[in-house]
């Protein structure tokens, strides 16, 4: 039998590994990819409490749950008001929502600076305020994902987290980079530590995992219980279950990439479908000598075409060879 690697309050996580929430990648589809890889948890993609309240709209789209099925599935929302907040929260607990997150690290300046985001860390009552309303009102786990802080000079993530603990939280998530920063410099995973050993309750470590061993150097540099894998993953939904995509062959890799076509489909339908599978398809070959065929691939029409596109791609790559070892060939095409 499996043993959970954490609890988030009595809900049991299968594995260590989570993919991140990333604003028009963390969809559906992309998560049927990686939830087969490994994926122990998953959160949507983050909507805004005002969306929430209104009547339906595009927005609520993202919080979309497979038809297979998404347990434990995280729903993330941001907002600056904490009875918005709590009101979009008990709309959306009946949508299929296992925990609610609050996005506290959203760096975008239209966000972050009207006081969501991670504006919200500028401002602990609210913190309080927030989660103390929802984990009174609310029965399901209410968790957060934060940054360091504002810039390097206002690193406030510890008095943050500590609020959120005091008042409910089951789990904090921390993405070792400030707002100022935004995804540039070095991931702190000395701050990640920190938090680990200041509250009682599941951490997960986000920034700086590109590869299999960084997964396993986060987790033993901080203690953390789980890693957030964001970027990285993109194109590379094999690293979630540490499977090195540099041993993969390529009828390896496009067999993926036709289901995930499939799951796009099925998803959004043929035109945005394709437009959706088309924003992952670099990554799906990076590292290969296959630019000229990205171009064909955005003037596919039909999911068919698509698919010819791959067949032919297929044909013209070597089939027995490991990723690493296609890389030492300049001009396989």
């Not at 979309?64 to 607990?93: K, S």
């Not at 609050?102 to 602990?124: E, H, L, T, W, Y």
């Not at 044909?315 to 690493?324: C, E, I, M, Q, R």
Request: hydrophobic content about 40%; overall charge positive; aromatic content about 8%.
């Amino acid at each position: 039998m499996q043993i959970p690697a954490f609890y988030i309050r009595d809900l049991p996580i299968y594995g260590d590994t989570i993919l991140s929430p990333m604003a028009a990648y963390s969809d559906v589809p992309f998560r049927a990819i990686c939830r087969q890889f490994g994926a122990a948890m998953h959160y949507t993609e983050f909507v805004p409490t005002e969306a929430l309240l209104c009547d339906p709209n595009p927005l609520w789209r993202r919080l979309d749950v497979h038809p297979a099925g998404e347990q434990p599935m995280v729903f993330q929302i941001f907002g600056n008001d904490a009875q918005t907040i709590l009101r979009a929260a008990r709309r959306i607990v009946a949508w299929g929502a296992d925990i609610i997150d609050i996005n506290m690290g959203c760096s975008v300046p239209q966000i972050s600076k009207k006081g969501a985001g991670v504006g919200m860390m500028r401002q602990p009552k609210l913190v309080a305020e927030t989660f103390r309303l929802l984990t009174t009102h609310l029965n399901v786990p209410i968790t957060g994902k934060l940054r360091l802080g504002w810039d390097e000079a206002n690193q406030n993530y510890l008095e943050i987290a500590k609020i959120m603990v005091d008042n409910g939280a089951a789990l904090v998530a921390l993405h070792g980079r400030t707002r100022t920063q935004k995804y540039r410099g070095q991931a702190d995973w000395e701050a990640i530590a920190k938090l680990k050993q200041a509250v009682d309750v599941p951490v997960l470590g986000n920034g700086d995992v590109r590869t299999i061993a960084d997964i396993d150097r986060l987790k033993a540099h901080t203690g953390c219980d789980g890693v957030m894998i964001g970027r990285a993953a993109l194109g590379n939904p094999w690293l979630l279950g540490r499977i090195d995509r540099e041993q993969l062959t390529f009828r390896q890799i496009t067999a993926v990439l036709r289901q995930h076509l499939h799951e796009a489909h099925s998803y959004y339908g043929t035109g945005d479908g394709l437009k959706n599978i088309n924003r992952h398809l670099k990554k799906y070959l990076s590292g290969l000598a296959l630019k000229p065929y990205l171009r064909a691939f955005r003037e596919a029409a039909t999911v068919s075409e698509f698919e010819d596109l791959i067949g032919e791609m297929e044909t013209a790559v070597p089939s027995n060879l490991p990723l690493a070892k296609l890389r030492k060939i300049p001009h396989f095409l």
